[in-house]
T-cell receptor, first 116, second 116 residues
């Protein structure tokens, strides 16, 4: 059974701090690792990573994947109060026929709180 | 608003009653998913449709749960004889098959079920 473990479970920082969120996984026939942000209700997509060592970057957020050690990190620099949210890590496996279709296995999430 | 919409947003019911949730995906999306999320956990996959065909259903889903997607547009998730353990947020998501796969699922804001 596919498994995703995130750490820390919660994190409290002040604006301007840099944070690193961790995600380790076990999955048969790995296809991709994804990061989502959940502020109130609906998770919203941040990154999809498929190759080791290639950093994905969007503004102050960046993420990288290590397929040998089976983990990923999400970095947020110069945090703002608007970054307060639950950050979800998920993995997707390749299914029969070499395809995938969006069945994701999520971790329990990291609750990030950024104080002014 | 052209995002994924779900109805009702909140449902309170007594144990043993049946409930039905509706999801309207983004119109050009042919893939539709149902996930369930409980407090402090990430979303858990329930089932997946491609057009009107239900292609996968989680083994964790009891026979009391049924989902349909007639005509490949909106979808309904019915829970019969609800139990207190069914209390959760039921999230619907959609994605588009064709084109470059980005891993992005578009989630609705969810239907929160409380079983008394």
């Amino acid at each position: 059974e596919d498994k995703v473990v995130q750490s820390p479970l919660s994190l409290v920082v002040h604006e301007g701090d840099t944070v690193t969120l961790n995600c380790s996984y076990e999955v048969t026939n790995f296809r991709s690792l994804l990061w989502y942000k959940q502020e109130k209700k609906a998770p919203t997509f941040l990154f999809m990573l498929t190759s080791s060592g290639i950093e994905k970057k969007s503004g102050r957020l960046s993420s990288i994947l290590d397929k040998k050690e089976l983990f990923s990190i999400l970095n947020i620099t110069a945090t703002q109060t608007g970054d307060s949210a639950i950050y979800l890590c998920a993995v997707e496996a390749v299914v029969a026929g070499g395809t995938s279709y969006g069945k994701l296995t999520f971790g329990q999430g990291t609750i990030l709180t950024v104080h002014p | 608003d052209t995002g994924v919409s779900q109805d009702p947003r909140h449902k309170i019911t007594k144990r043993g009653q049946n409930v039905t949730f509706r999801c309207d995906p983004i119109s050009e999306h042919n893939r539709l998913y149902w996930y369930r999320q409980t407090l402090g956990q990430g979303p858990e996959f329930l089932t997946y449709f491609q057009n009107e065909a239900q292609l996968e259903k989680s083994r964790l889903l009891s026979d009391r749960f049924s989902a349909e997607r007639p005509k490949g547009s909106f979808s309904t998730l019915e829970i019969q004889r609800t139990e207190q353990g069914d209390s959760a947020m039921y999230l619907c998501a959609s994605s588009f098959k064709a084109g470059v796969y980005t891993g992005e699922l578009f989630f609705g804001e969810g239907s929160r079920l409380t079983v008394l």
